[in-house]
Each structure stands twice: as structure tokens, then as C-alpha cells.
């Protein structure tokens, strides 16, 4: 199993990212993804979580109305497009996938709100 994040950088507050998420090693369409973050010093928290087929999402409380999580099974790719960053939003980004009993992390890619 592979999980390789890109998309991140520096942005000024107020402006945009969109992460992707490129998985291999397994059938992508039958599992829900995920996006965590972890800010330094801090527990990392779930940002977003899609269903297997996209149907269903879920958001954390402070990321609702400003990020969007979405999937291409066909690219076996999954998108984290967020809206009105800020100060805050400043951490380390990770996807993530459980296969049954086995959890998955990608390496991370950085997320940098500043002015």
C-alpha cells in the first residue's frame, strides 16, 4: 500500500490549496479515504473523510464550508480542495485509508498559511 500526498505550500490567508492524494496497492473504490492534519505541538485530527463510491463526507467542525473532499476511483486519487486558509490551518496534511484492521499513512505534505 502507497499513499503519496502533493499539492502543498505557501499561501497567503484567505487564499487556496488543493491537495491530492495518489494511492496504490489496493482497490481503491472499496475503502473511504481520509485527510488528517497536525499542526506542531498539537494531536493530529481528521479533516475530512469520503465513502468508498463518494457518496457520503464527513468534515471536522472547524474545516466545514471551506474544505472539500473528493475522489476520482478511476485515477485512485483523492482531492482535499480548501477554501479561506488561514493562520490555522498551518500543519502537516496526511491521507489515510484502514484496510481492515491496518492503517495506512502517506509522508505528509506541508501546509503553510501565511503572510
Known amino acids: 500500500v502507497q499513499l503519496v500526498e502533493s499539492g502543498g505550500g505557501l499561501v497567503q490567508p484567505g487564499g487556496s490549496l488543493r491537495l491530492s492524494c495518489a494511492a496504490s496497492?489496493?482497490?481503491?473504490?472499496?475503502?473511504?479515504m481520509s485527510w488528517y492534519r497536525q499542526a506542531p505541538g498539537k494531536e493530529r485530527e481528521m479533516v475530512a473523510r469520503?465513502?468508498?463510491?463518494?457518496?457520503?463526507?464527513n468534515y471536522g467542525d472547524s474545516m466545514k464550508g471551506r474544505f472539500t473532499i473528493s475522489r476520482d476511483n478511476a485515477k485512485n486519487t483523492v482531492y482535499l480542495q480548501m477554501n479561506g486558509l488561514q493562520p490555522e490551518d498551518t500543519a502537516v496534511y496526511y491521507c489515510?485509508?484502514?484496510?481492515?484492521?491496518?492503517?495506512?499513512w502517506g509522508q505528509g505534505t506541508q501546509v503553510t498559511v501565511s503572510s
Open positions: 469520503i465513502s468508498g463510491v463518494g457518496g457520503s463526507t
Open positions: 489515510h485509508v484502514l484496510l481492515r484492521i491496518l492503517t495506512y
Open positions: 496497492g489496493f482497490t481503491f473504490s472499496n475503502y473511504d
